[in-house]
C-alpha cells in the first residue's frame, strides 16, 4: 500500500495528453474508459496504476480538458487529462 501512496503523490503532478480521432464538433468516435487511462498513464508518464483505481463518472466522449480522479482506499487525488482530435 504505501508504493500505491506514492504513486498517488506522483499522479498529481501529471498532466496527459491523448489524441483521438474526433468528428468537427468534438465528439470521440470511440469513447475512453479508465483501462485506456492506465495504459496511457504507463506508456507516457511510466506510472503503473490499475484501472480499478480510477474514478469516472462516465465514460469520456469529447474532446477538452478533465480532472480525473484517482482513488485508492480512502485516499484520492487527481491528474489533468487533455483530449485532442487526432490531426
Same mark, same amino acid.
Given at each position: ?9 506522483? $499522479?498529481?503532478?501529471?498532466? @496527459?495528453?491523448?489524441?483521438? %480521432? #474526433?468528428? +468537427? =464538433? ?5 469513447? $475512453?474508459?479508465?483501462?485506456? @487511462?492506465?495504459?496511457?498513464? %504507463? #506508456?507516457? +508518464? =511510466? ?41
Amino acid at each position: 500500500e504505501e508504493n500505491l501512496l506514492k504513486i498517488l503523490h506522483t $499522479i498529481e503532478s501529471i498532466s @496527459l495528453t491523448i489524441s483521438r %480521432k #474526433a468528428n +468537427k =464538433n468534438g465528439s470521440l468516435f470511440a469513447s $475512453i474508459h479508465p483501462t485506456q @487511462l492506465s495504459a496511457e498513464l %504507463k #506508456a507516457q +508518464k =511510466n506510472v503503473d496504476i490499475d484501472s480499478d483505481f480510477i474514478i469516472l463518472s462516465k465514460p469520456i466522449k469529447a474532446v477538452g480538458d478533465y480532472d480525473i480522479e484517482v482513488r485508492v482506499g480512502e485516499k484520492s487525488t487527481k491528474f489533468k487529462l487533455v483530449i485532442e482530435a487526432l490531426k
